[in-house]
C-alpha cells in the first residue's frame, strides 16, 4: 500500500540558512500532520492542515511557517536556521472520513551545523 | 510533568518471555489511544489502537482504564523483531488542538537471543 512520502529524506544547512521539507500524504488521506524529534525526545507536534486550511498549531516557532496544496501536498518552510533546529521531522497523514489514524513518512533528517 | 508518562525502561527480557508496559496520561478529556513502536532512527509505526474494552491483536493485548487515565500493552513470547522503543500516545484536546499525538517518552524493549 502506499505510504507517507517525505523529501529529502536526508538535509544539510548551515545556521541561518532556510529549508523546505516536503509531505505526500497517502491518496485519498485529507489531513496532514508535522512533528519534530529531536535526539532522544519524543515527536512533538508543530502544525497540522484538513482540506488544505491549517487545522492545529502546537510548538511551531515563528520562523517556519508551512502550508498545504491543492494536491494535498504540505511543505515545511524553515528560515533562520538554528542548531537547536537540528531534529528528525515526520509528516503523517490520516483522513477524517475513515479512522482518523495518522500514519507517518519516514521522516527528514536536518542537520544544521 | 509531561501529558503522557510510561515507565522508564529500558526492559531486557529473553525471548519468549511476556513483557508489560504502563503508562499514564493527564488530560481526562483525551478521546483516542494509541501504542505506536519506533525503530531507531525510523519513523513511528502504529501498532495497535487502544479502546475502553481491551483489545488484542495476536501476542499484542492493550488495555484502557479511563478512570485511572492508564493505559498498558502486554506483549506475549517475545521475540527478536520486537526489539524496539514503544510509544505510548494520547489524541484529545490538549491546549486547544484537538488532532494533534502527544507521545509519552517511549520504552525502550531489547529481546534477548
Known amino acids: ?113 | 510533568r509531561k501529558e503522557v508518562e510510561q515507565d522508564p525502561g529500558p526492559f531486557n527480557v529473553p525471548e519468549g518471555a511476556t513483557v508489560a508496559f504502563n503508562c499514564t496520561y493527564s488530560n481526562s478529556a483525551s478521546q483516542s489511544f494509541f501504542w505506536y513502536r519506533q525503530d531507531c532512527r525510523k519513523e513511528p509505526k502504529l501498532l495497535m489502537s487502544v479502546y475502553s474494552s481491551g483489545n488484542e491483536d495476536g501476542r499484542f493485548t492493550a488495555q484502557l482504564n479511563r478512570a485511572s487515565q492508564y493505559i498498558s500493552l502486554l506483549i506475549r513470547d517475545s521475540k527478536l523483531s520486537d526489539s524496539a522503543t514503544y510509544l505510548c500516545v494520547v489524541k484529545g484536546n490538549y491546549g486547544g488542538a484537538t488532532n494533534k499525538l502527544i507521545f509519552g517518552t517511549g520504552t525502550l524493549l531489547a529481546v534477548q537471543p
Open chain 1, 1 to 113: 500500500a502506499a505510504g507517507v512520502i517525505q523529501s529529502p529524506r536526508h538535509l544539510i544547512k548551515e545556521k541561518r540558512e532556510t529549508a523546505t521539507l516536503k509531505c505526500y500524504p497517502i491518496p485519498r488521506h485529507d489531513t496532514v500532520y508535522w512533528y519534530q524529534q529531536g535526539p532522544g525526545q519524543d515527536p512533538q507536534f508543530l502544525i497540522s492542515f484538513y482540506e488544505k486550511m491549517q487545522s492545529d498549531k502546537g510548538s511551531i516557532p515563528d520562523r517556519f511557517s508551512a502550508q498545504q496544496f491543492s494536491d494535498y501536498h504540505s511543505e515545511l518552510n524553515m528560515s533562520s536556521l538554528e542548531l537547536g533546529d537540528s531534529a528528525l521531522y515526520f509528516c503523517a497523514s490520516s483522513s477524517r472520513q475513515g479512522t482518523d489514524t495518522q500514519y507517518f513518512g519516514p521522516g527528514t533528517r536536518l542537520t544544521v551545523l
